[in-house]
């Protein structure tokens, strides 16, 4: 019998792949979308290939899915410490509301957690498990650093939050910046 499953594999990113790492973050930023491409889901977050370089070597925070058949990028995620994020603004208001908010009755904090997404999987790939491997991969690197994983959810975007709650990250509020409303998630780094 023929196994027709597709190979692919989930690793870090290396400084070759940076330039495919940006083209999906294109594809699939909500500034090039139609307000019907939304609906299957869409990522905000915007960063030049410089920055994306200085992610990937500094904080090992650039996991990508690759298929090896058709040596295509099909998936990535995003994650960082909220230091290395500070010159973002909104990660930057993140990182100081963080104690406002509560996960498994504990304050949430800028030192004891870290900056989960985007996570983007190409259309073609989706409901195929890959996001599911990505952050179980990041959660390993992360997890020597960090004992809690934060994400935030725009509220107009429902296909992000089911991946999110379907994958044990719980909702622990809202708020809201540029305009914008977000779900608050954190999970457990270690879980």
């Given at each position: 019998?023929?196994?027709?499953?597709?190979?692919?594999?989930?690793?870090?990113?290396?400084?070759?792949?940076?330039?495919?790492?940006?083209?999906?973050?294109?594809?699939?930023?909500?500034?090039?979308?139609?307000?019907?491409?939304?609906?299957?889901?869409?990522?905000?977050?915007?960063?030049?290939?410089?920055?994306?370089k200085?992610?990937?070597?500094?904080?090992?925070?650039?996991?990508?899915?690759?298929?090896?058949?058709k040596?295509?990028?099909?998936g990535?995620?995003?994650?960082?410490?909220?230091?290395?994020?500070k010159?973002?603004?909104?990660?930057?208001?993140?990182?100081?509301?963080?104690?406002?908010?509560?996960?498994?009755?504990?304050?949430?904090?800028?030192?004891?957690?870290?900056?989960?997404?985007?996570?983007?999987?190409?259309?073609?790939?989706?409901?195929?498990g890959?996001?599911?491997?990505?952050l179980?991969?990041?959660?390993?690197?992360?997890?020597?650093?960090?004992?809690?994983?934060?994400?935030?959810?725009?509220?107009?975007?429902?296909?992000?939050?089911?991946?999110?709650?379907?994958?044990?990250?719980?909702?622990?509020?809202?708020?809201?910046?540029?305009?914008?409303?977000?779900?608050?998630?954190?999970?457990?780094?270690k879980?």
């Amino acid at each position: 019998m023929k196994d027709n499953s597709v190979k692919i594999t989930v690793r870090l990113a290396n400084s070759e792949d940076i330039a495919e790492v940006k083209q999906l973050l294109e594809r699939h930023h909500v500034k090039n979308l139609a307000a019907e491409q939304r609906a299957n889901g869409f990522v905000t977050t915007d960063m030049t290939e410089q920055q994306l370089k200085n992610l990937s070597d500094e904080e090992s925070g650039v996991v990508v899915a690759y298929d090896e058949e058709k040596q295509k990028m099909v998936g990535l995620l995003l994650g960082a410490s909220w230091q290395f994020l500070k010159p973002w603004p909104m990660f930057d208001y993140m990182a100081n509301i963080l104690q406002n908010y509560q996960f498994r009755n504990e304050s949430i904090s800028a030192v004891s957690s870290y900056q989960y997404g985007p996570i983007c999987i190409d259309a073609a790939y989706r409901s195929q498990g890959i996001g599911e491997k990505l952050l179980a991969f990041q959660r390993k690197v992360f997890a020597k650093k960090f004992g809690q994983t934060v994400t935030f959810v725009n509220v107009l975007n429902p296909r992000s939050y089911a991946f999110h709650r379907r994958n044990q990250f719980e909702d622990v509020g809202l708020f809201e910046f540029n305009n914008n409303k977000y779900h608050m998630l954190a999970m457990n780094t270690k879980d």
